[in-house]
């Protein structure tokens, strides 16, 4: 077990790290953009380009914010509950957004095989297969999935989350 769950945490972390690799590819694509315009040159696609890049970062991220307790999260109701049904509270709210990211990423999973079925590119001058930057959501999708059935599995089996809360988030109260 303590290696599945290195593997999970290394996972998460990994995503996150993609993630911030994807924001900075947002400010060179923007960059070079900014260069191309002042030296009269044309850069086709950068602004696609840095758009794909935001998906990745967007959907790359959510499974490392969620258990970094960076996902807004009200409770409210579950800091005045009693520990039992403070539990059911969470396994249920853990299983429906399990529910949720499971649903997304099997109707993403889909939406990109078509798209790669039918060979669609983008409309921009960049002309970019669109399975490519859309597999990033099925992806993110399916690493979210995971941290939430394993935050559901440990809350079922040890009684509570895995999620941890950062300083500075505890320092604006809830």
Same mark, same amino acid.
């Given at each position: 077990m303590a290696a599945l769950r290195k593997s999970l945490d290394t996972l998460y972390v990994a995503a996150g790290a993609l993630a911030a690799v994807c924001?900075?590819?947002?400010?060179?694509?923007?960059?070079?953009? $900014?260069?191309?315009?002042?030296?009269?040159?044309?850069?086709?696609?950068?602004?696609?380009?840095?758009?794909y890049a935001m998906a990745g970062a967007s959907f790359l991220a959510f499974a490392n914010a969620l258990n970094r307790g960076a996902h807004i999260r009200v409770s409210i109701l579950l800091n005045v509950l009693l520990e039992g049904p403070k539990r059911l509270v969470e396994i249920w709210c853990f299983a429906l957004g399990a529910?949720?990211?499971?649903?997304?990423?099997?109707?993403?999973?889909? +939406?990109?095989?078509?798209?790669?079925? +039918?060979?669609?590119?983008?409309?921009?001058?960049?002309?970019?297969?669109?399975? !490519?930057?859309?597999?990033? $959501?099925?992806?993110?999708?399916? !690493?979210?999935?995971i941290a939430l059935t394993d935050?559901?599995?440990h809350v079922i089996f040890r009684g509570r989350h895995r999620m941890t809360r950062d300083i500075v988030d505890q320092s604006f109260g809830e």
């Open positions: 924001l900075v590819a947002i400010l060179l694509l923007i960059v070079a953009q $900014m260069v191309a315009r002042w030296s009269g040159a044309v850069f086709p696609g950068a602004a696609s380009y840095a758009g529910a949720i990211a499971w649903y997304f990423t099997y109707y993403a999973y889909w +939406f990109v095989y078509w798209s790669w079925k +039918f060979n669609e590119v983008s409309q921009d001058q960049d002309a970019t297969l669109l399975w !490519i930057p859309q597999s990033v $959501m099925v992806v993110g999708g399916a !690493i979210l999935g935050n559901l599995l």
